[in-house]
């Protein structure tokens, strides 16, 4: 950990989400929605974007404690029921170009003793009353991002060997490090890095693979490529012309794979903590696309409510490359938070793929976007599968095939 002041890391983090995540536009409105212990960053956020020239700044909060006595004592044919006002809102808020921070700092058990049907009922719900907002979210039509603070329920899962009272400092002290916060300049740090992310994606663009081919202890597959794919990594650019980060922290590079090209296994390498739940050592089989067995040694029930959502949430809508040697990977924390673990690790994500991975996809219909590969679906959920011990080629469109990581590193 940096000596440099702790209040003034913090003071860092939140121009960092305002200025490099969502870089708030002068006269933008800006919604922040995050758990009400992350209230301090939250203020911070909320000062630091009225100095920038919001108009207006509005929070909506979350709390685990409430979640969790919905799920403990609301009637049970209640599940369906959600709060229409607030996706009213968003939608709209996002129909007008606002800017979006979330805060993603959770219990990641807080679900795990209760009904997985009701679990998947309200993910269900939820992702279908935000759809509109989501697609506007993954067309690249509005400037949003997500970060993370540290809790006391989630600080205790990531460090239990740790005295009590040190734990949520330990957590917090790791958020800032990773997130470039402990440096005296980080937006100048984090231009940098998003630099040399671009670097990597120029490479892979110009390679344009028809497929990526996945070796490791428990995973044989290929996936393959939508053709004129595009990739991404660290900084992307509104419709409208805004650069932002939509992940602070962000090591991957990533792009969309095609929806009925992917063959073979795939093993995980880290839990996935999924609607309060830890899904864990699970596998997938792929068959022309689609998840055709699965099996986990932990939270198997929410896995296949997951893969069942929808037909989309079958296949894969993502694949994203980071190499082992990441800041976070390097810190040795296994997070229990996707945000941070996805960014430690090559990962994989079933669902709805992002429309600005291949050439005119945010212009595309829907059946056009399904012609050329793209998978749709209400849900996105991003997986872990990279480690020291994965090695990846690429695929080229005359037949040839070249190294792309060895151990978990580029090559090149």
Same mark, same amino acid.
């Given at each position: 950990?940096?000596?440099?002041?702790?209040?003034?890391?913090?003071?860092?983090?939140?121009?960092?989400?305002?200025?490099?995540?969502?870089?708030?536009?002068?006269?933008?409105?800006?919604?922040?929605?995050?758990?009400?212990?992350?209230?301090?960053?939250?203020?911070?956020?909320?000062?630091?974007?009225?100095?920038?020239?919001?108009?207006?700044?509005?929070?909506?909060?979350?709390?685990?404690?409430?979640?969790?006595?919905?799920?403990?004592?609301?009637?049970?044919?209640?599940?369906?029921?959600?709060?229409?006002?607030?996706?009213?809102?968003l939608i709209e808020a996002a129909q007008r170009g606002d800017a979006f921070i979330a805060i993603h700092a959770t219990d990641?058990?807080?679900?795990?003793?209760?009904?997985?049907?009701?679990?998947?009922?309200?993910?269900?719900?939820?992702?279908?009353?935000?759809?509109?907002? !989501?697609?506007?979210?993954?067309?690249?039509?509005?400037?949003?991002?997500?970060?993370?603070?540290?809790?006391?329920?989630?600080?205790?899962?990531?460090?239990?060997?740790?005295?009590?009272?040190?734990?949520?400092?330990?957590?917090?002290?790791?958020?800032?490090?990773?997130?470039?916060?402990?440096?005296?300049?980080?937006?100048?740090?984090?231009?940098?890095?998003?630099?040399?992310?671009?670097?990597?994606?120029d490479f892979l663009n110009a390679k344009q693979y028809t497929a990526l081919k996945y070796t490791a202890p428990g995973t044989?597959?290929?996936?393959?490529?939508?053709?004129?794919?595009?990739?991404?990594?660290?900084?992307?650019?509104?419709?409208?012309?805004?650069? !932002?980060?939509?992940?602070?922290?962000?090591?991957?590079?990533?792009?969309?794979?095609?929806?009925?090209?992917?063959?073979?296994?795939?093993?995980?390498?880290?839990?996935?903590?999924?609607?309060?739940?830890?899904?864990?050592?699970?596998?997938?089989?792929?068959?022309?696309?689609?998840?055709?067995?699965?099996?986990?040694?932990?939270?198997?029930?929410?896995?296949?409510?997951?893969?069942?959502?929808?037909?989309?949430?079958?296949?894969?809508?993502?694949?994203?490359?980071?190499?082992?040697?990441?800041?976070?990977?390097?810190?040795?924390?296994?997070? %229990?938070?996707?945000?941070?673990?996805?960014?430690?690790?090559?990962?994989?994500?079933?669902?709805?793929? %992002?429309?600005?991975?291949?050439?005119?996809?945010?212009?595309?219909?829907?059946?056009?976007?399904?012609?050329?590969?793209?998978?749709?679906?209400?849900?996105?959920?991003?997986?872990?599968?990279?480690?020291?011990?994965?090695?990846?080629?690429?695929?080229?469109?005359?037949?040839?095939?070249?190294?792309?990581?060895?151990?978990?590193?580029?090559?090149?």
């Amino acid at each position: 950990m940096s000596e440099y002041p702790f209040e003034q890391q913090l003071h860092n983090y939140a121009d960092v989400a305002v200025k490099i995540g969502v870089n708030l536009q002068a006269g933008q409105r800006l919604i922040v929605r995050g758990p009400i212990e992350a209230a301090p960053l939250i203020r911070l956020i909320t000062v630091s974007a009225y100095q920038a020239g919001a108009r207006l700044v509005d929070v909506i909060w979350s709390d685990d404690a409430v979640t969790l006595a919905r799920f403990q004592y609301a009637p049970r044919d209640s599940f369906e029921e959600y709060p229409t006002w607030q996706a009213k809102g968003l939608i709209e808020a996002a129909q007008r170009g606002d800017a979006f921070i979330a805060i993603h700092a959770t219990d990641p058990d807080l679900l795990k003793e209760q009904d997985s049907d009701l679990v998947a009922l309200t993910q269900r719900t939820h992702q279908r009353h935000l759809q509109e907002y !989501f697609a506007h979210i993954m067309s690249d039509k509005v400037n949003w991002c997500v970060i993370s603070y540290p809790v006391a329920s989630w600080a205790a899962r990531i460090f239990p060997e740790v005295p009590t009272e040190q734990q949520v400092e330990k957590l917090g002290a790791a958020i800032l490090t990773i997130c470039r916060a402990d440096q005296p300049d980080p937006v100048a740090v984090w231009q940098a890095h998003t630099q040399q992310l671009a670097a990597r994606c120029d490479f892979l663009n110009a390679k344009q693979y028809t497929a990526l081919k996945y070796t490791a202890p428990g995973t044989d597959l290929t996936v393959g490529l939508v053709a004129n794919h595009i990739w991404h990594g660290g900084q992307k650019e509104t419709l409208t012309g805004i650069p !932002f980060i939509p992940n602070v922290p962000t090591e991957e590079v990533f792009t969309m794979p095609h929806k009925d090209r992917v063959e073979g296994v795939v093993t995980s390498t880290k839990p996935l903590s999924y609607a309060g739940v830890l899904i864990e050592n699970f596998r997938l089989k792929f068959v022309e696309g689609k998840i055709v067995e699965f099996a986990a040694e932990r939270g198997e029930a929410v896995l296949r409510k997951l893969i069942e959502t929808d037909e989309g949430a079958a296949r894969l809508g993502e694949v994203a490359l980071v190499p082992h040697n990441s800041p976070i990977a390097q810190s040795g924390v296994l997070f %229990y938070n996707t945000l941070f673990d996805e960014n430690a690790s090559s990962h994989l994500a079933v669902g709805r793929a %992002y429309r600005f991975c291949i050439e005119g996809g945010p212009q595309m219909s829907n059946e056009e976007f399904a012609a050329v590969g793209g998978n749709d679906s209400l849900t996105h959920v991003d997986f872990m599968i990279g480690s020291e011990a994965m090695d990846i080629d690429g695929l080229l469109a005359d037949g040839t095939t070249e190294p792309l990581m060895r151990a978990g590193e580029w090559v090149n």
